[in-house]
């Protein structure tokens, strides 16, 4: 699956993005003790309830919390399990596992607070645990490699299965995010000079040329890198040598295979690149003097949105396959393909943190908003979907059921709210007063009431 995004990257979607093997014990709550356990596919324990709250496996390792999160008070009361239910971490931290969803691979960020914030991470594939040896440590994105923050004011970098430093805590906290780290490269801002490197990773800095400068943003991207010379721009290659020359007045990160420029007279992106500099696309023959921005591939096309908020699907060779206005309302538009031959599915942004879904053919003829809400994980061929699904005060309600990656009903909208399927299982809500989980039947197969603070 690809997610392409618009420009507008900080809003965040009901979505799961998790890629791991599909488990096979999932987290569900004893009605009698109000503890939660373990079940297998067909409901039974398999992990006998006994903790607070109990999260996901992933690797074969879940969190788990001995208290229950809505009356935790401060205590790092968190810990990681193994399938027997065994402690790899004891009961003692305060563990993220957004990570595991959004993008990061098999991995928890660990911390515990006594006097002062402590922060790790725990490697999922080798069990790996780095010890609480800095003040922040970040992951967002699945490269082999954690930010490791000292003060958070200077950072470095760590393997993520070692746990050895392989670049020092010498460089300021932005520009290390790992968005632009690639095949061992990044671009990074040193904290005493203020100047940006072009570093190898365990090895050192790359050199460049005569008045060459880099930038953290948008650091190495498909194996190029944006650099500035005498007020222009162009590309390096990560060996620091020049395969685009400067002549552009402002220049983006490649996404498959093309970048978007700008060059001098012409106002904001006005046309697409490919790796060898030839120009692609040149906006104004699309749409005259309205300047486009390119996001990625869709299908093979170029997906474009433009100044006024409308967006196309364009060949390559310039033909435009499609061009749509957003409905009333919308401000912007995100592409996502789940099956190779199916529609591509259309997500519409709207205000208040509310969405509208619609279908699409590969040929670019779009349908109708048809959903409120879709939720889906990650290889997984059934998607959690709502047509009436809103926000009322600060709660969703609505009905859900379940989608194919064709669109198509696979189980109806009977219930108050559902979790993507997490392998045979998927937990959902039956009712306003109890939950539990169902199989792609649409059996039952545990049930219990809901707490009022879940």
């Known amino acids: 699956m690809r997610r392409l995004l618009s420009i507008v990257l900080a809003l965040l979607v009901l979505c799961t993005c998790a890629a791991a093997e599909e488990p096979t014990l999932w987290p569900s709550c004893d009605d009698a003790s109000g503890l939660w ?64 969803y959004y993008g990061a691979g098999l991995l928890y960020l660990v911390n515990r607070w006594d006097d002062d914030w402590q922060s790790g991470w725990f490697n999922i594939p080798n069990r790996h645990f780095s010890g609480l040896h800095w003040t922040e440590c970040l992951a967002l994105t699945d490269t082999p490699y954690i930010l490791v923050n000292m003060d958070y004011s200077i950072s470095g970098l760590a393997d993520r299965t070692t746990g050895e430093i392989v670049l020092p805590a010498e460089y300021s906290y932005t520009g290390l995010y790992d968005w632009g780290i690639e095949d061992g490269f990044i671009v990074a801002e ?51 040598e020049i395969v685009i020359p400067a002549q552009y007045d402002r220049a983006d990160g490649f996404v498959d295979g093309y970048a978007c420029v700008s060059v001098l007279d012409e106002p904001g992106f006005s046309h697409i690149i490919d790796r060898e500099g030839n120009i692609v696309l040149r906006f104004a023959d699309v749409r005259g003097e309205e300047s486009g921005q390119y996001t990625g591939m869709v299908d093979g096309a170029l997906f474009v949105t433009w100044q006024d908020g409308s967006w196309s699907l364009i060949e390559p060779d310039g033909t435009v396959r499609c061009h749509h206005a957003l409905p009333e309302g919308a401000y912007d538009v995100w592409l996502w393909e789940f099956a190779p031959d199916g529609p591509i599915w259309v997500e519409y942004v709207l205000p208040d943190e509310e969405s509208a879904y619609a279908l699409m053919t590969r040929e670019g003829v779009l ?13 997984d061929p059934w998607l959690a979907v709502s047509e009436d699904c809103t926000w009322v005060g600060s709660e969703l309600v609505g009905t859900w059921g379940y989608a194919d990656e064709y669109g198509n009903e696979v189980l109806p909208a009977v219930y108050a709210w559902a979790e993507p399927f997490e392998g045979a299982l998927a937990r959902v809500r039956f009712s306003d007063a109890e939950e539990g989980y169902i199989n792609r039947a649409g059996e039952a197969v545990i049930r219990w009431a809901v707490n009022g603070d879940d």
Do not use: K, M
């Not at 400068?213 to 590309?235: A, I, K, S």
């Open 37 to 100: 356990g373990y079940i297998d596919e067909a409901g039974a324990w398999a992990i006998a309830p006994q903790f607070g709250r109990a999260y996901h496996f992933h690797g074969g390792c879940a969190i788990v919390d001995i208290r229950n999160v809505p009356d935790w008070e401060g205590e790092c009361t968190q810990g990681v399990i193994d399938e027997t239910g065994a402690y790899l971490l004891e009961p003692e931290y305060d563990i993220d596992d957004a990570c595991c």
């Open 190 to 240: 040193r904290e005493d000079t203020g100047e940006c490197e072009l570093i190898e990773l365990g090895v050192g800095a790359v050199e460049l040329p005569d008045g060459v400068t880099v930038d953290c943003d948008p650091g190495v991207t498909e194996g190029l890198v944006c650099f500035r010379q005498e007020g222009l721009y162009g590309y390096l290659n990560t060996a620091g």
């Open 367 to 379: 349908g109708d908003p048809r959903w409120t809400r879709v939720s889906w994980n990650a290889g």
